[in-house]
């Protein structure tokens, strides 16, 4: 049903852009799109579902960039491992900082992470290797609309897979009260370690797609100003909805595009729609909802989930 | 003498420099309603916190049918057999009646039995099942301390420590929940209350133990200290 979907939606784009109806700068920006909801989606894991508010998705997002360009460009491993090696690099990393890191809450947390971000990215621009401040160089461009639609399924089928699973349920359960969810046996810092872990991980995948679209990366792509972006698209789309990080990352991502003309005034935009959102809705275009709860297929969907059980 | 479930035996806690529980020992024997009164800060909820494991003693022993838990975290606690209803309820909100029933039985993998314990906690308490598949934020605040109580006992806990279950609730209400703590005893399961309502509460206890700025100043059977005038007139209004 889901892939069906996903795979109706890809012809369509693939369609649309080799009869050229797409031009080039939106199919760029399509591209773009489906990275964001990668990272958007990841993001929701530890934000939305979990309830960790963690600021430091670029950090990830550029290990993964860094790892797998390293790879593919210094020791010509093919695409797909590269980005792989990447996500799990970025995993491995997310999985030693979550460790200390979770143990703090709220504000405290979202200042941690966000420090530990700047510091992935000042540790990257001060190693010779990959070209420091200046930038990796000379990368291969392997990613096309095709690899980064078929991540992008793949992160949204393992993302919501994992929500509905007992995992899943003991992540929300932990957003929803960690006292509780203590109480009720759920072991909270290995599945807050867990939830960080997975959405590290993606990040890095993300960052490994995001990294072979052009020829040079450097640490100035990967600033806490990004994370704040992606930490956009999920309060924007709905912390705690998957529909609603698609939705915020397009939103965002589509908005950026179309005001590239006006660069002065996105921002102004953004933070006024960012007031009014907050003020009219302040859970998120949709909240904890998903879009198959809503509207005439909603009968479908809950019949399905009821056979289930 | 009865089997004792749970001894707690002189057991320290701090909260930073604050000397909260000043050695603490107390015991539940099984099949007992135990119950801690005492005013507001005297340390019982702390008493209980560090039973769950969401406190630590610095020093003293906590054992549970015979074995140390003090230094076990709180969610293997709970897969001894001890099970908590918090202060506050703490149900999770914007999940239905229904998932927070299954996540009280988080630690559990027996289908049939998680789905039997459901209907039992249906037949303790109707009203649930009427609103099975409404949000738990929605309910009235008697009804969440009745779900609070049902997540709890979906664990199949051998102790129930209950906080402060009247708290903020009707008169009315009060009576009934505390009819069900009564029916939740007498189905097998050890009961250690903590409640401010002092009178409420030693009506129903066997035992009952009175904690006053972190010590234990009186304890004995819940009738003899209801009776005794030094409780009646610290707890009982005369």
Not at chain 1, 120 to 148: C, L, Q, S
Not at chain 1, 155 to 182: D, P, Q, Y
Not at chain 2, 71 to 83: D, N, Q, R, Y
Not at chain 2, 212 to 225: D, F, M, S, W
Request: charged share 15%; hydrophobic share 50%.
């Amino acid at each position: 049903m889901f892939l069906a979907l996903g795979l109706i939606v890809f012809a369509l784009l693939q369609g649309l852009m080799a009869a050229k109806i797409i031009g080039s700068f939106w199919q760029l920006n399509i591209t773009i799109i489906g990275i964001n909801i990668i990272l958007a989606a990841s993001l929701n894991l530890i934000n939305g579902y979990t309830g960790q508010f963690s600021l430091g998705h670029a950090g990830f997002m550029a290990v993964g960039a860094y790892v797998s360009v390293v790879l593919t460009t210094n020791f010509q491993v093919p695409f797909v491992p590269a980005l792989l090696v990447g996500g799990v690099m970025a995993g491995l990393l997310g999985f030693l900082i979550g460790l200390p890191t979770l143990r703090l809450k709220g504000d405290y947390l979202a200042i941690a992470t966000l420090g530990l971000g700047e510091i992935i990215r000042i540790v990257i621009m001060n190693i010779p290797y990959v070209g420091g401040a200046a930038g990796f160089k000379g990368i291969p461009h392997h990613t096309t609309f095709a690899w980064v639609f078929g991540f992008m399924l793949l992160t949204l089928f393992f993302i919501k897979n994992f929500v509905n699973s007992t995992h899943g349920r003991a992540c929300i359960a932990i957003r929803e009260n960690e006292i509780a969810a203590e109480a009720m046996g759920i072991n909270t810092t290995k599945y807050k370690v867990m939830a960080f872990t997975i959405g590290a991980g993606f990040a890095g995948i993300a960052g490994g797609l995001f990294a072979h679209m052009f020829y040079i990366i450097s640490p100035a792509s990967f600033t806490f100003m990004q994370s704040f972006n992606y930490l956009i698209m999920v309060v924007l789309g709905g912390l705690g909805s998957l529909t609603g990080a698609i939705a915020g990352a397009f939103f965002v991502t589509f908005i950026s595009a179309a005001l590239a003309s006006v660069p002065e005034f996105r921002m102004i935009i953004f933070a006024l729609l960012l007031i009014l959102l907050m003020f009219y809705r302040p859970q998120g275009l949709f909240g904890y909802v998903e879009i198959t709860h809503l509207g005439p297929w909603r009968e479908f969907f809950l019949r399905k989930e009821r056979a289930k059980r | 003498m009865a089997e004792s479930l749970l001894v707690i035996k002189d057991i320290n806690v701090y909260y930073g420099a604050i000397h909260a529980l000043k050695g603490v020992s107390l015991e539940v024997n099984k099949g007992e309603i135990v119950t801690l009164i005492g005013a507001n800060g005297a340390g019982k909820s702390t008493t209980l916190r560090t039973v769950s494991g969401l406190l630590r003693s610095k020093s003293g022993a906590i054992s549970f049918r015979g074995e140390n838990i003090a230094h076990l975290a709180a969610h293997e606690i709970v897969k001894k057999g001890i099970s908590q209803v918090p202060e506050g309820r703490r149900i999770f909100a914007e999940m239905t009646v229904m998932e927070n029933l299954e996540l009280g039985a988080f630690i559990r993998d027996d289908k049939e039995g998680i789905a039997e314990d459901i209907n039992m906690v249906f037949t303790r308490f109707p009203r649930l099942e009427e609103r099975k598949k409404q949000l738990a934020g929605t309910l009235s605040g008697g009804e969440q301390q009745m779900l609070a109580m049902g997540r709890a006992l979906m664990s199949r806990p051998q102790l129930l420590l209950l906080d402060e279950p009247s708290m903020g609730l009707a008169p009315l209400l009060i009576k009934e929940i505390f009819s069900i703590i009564q029916d939740i005893n007498r189905a097998g399961t050890t009961i250690l209350l903590v409640e401010q309502n002092a009178n409420m509460a030693l009506s129903i206890a066997h035992r009952a133990y009175v904690l006053e700025t972190g010590r234990i100043t009186l304890q004995g059977a819940a009738k003899t200290l209801a009776a005794s005038e030094e409780v009646r007139k610290a707890y009982l209004g005369g």
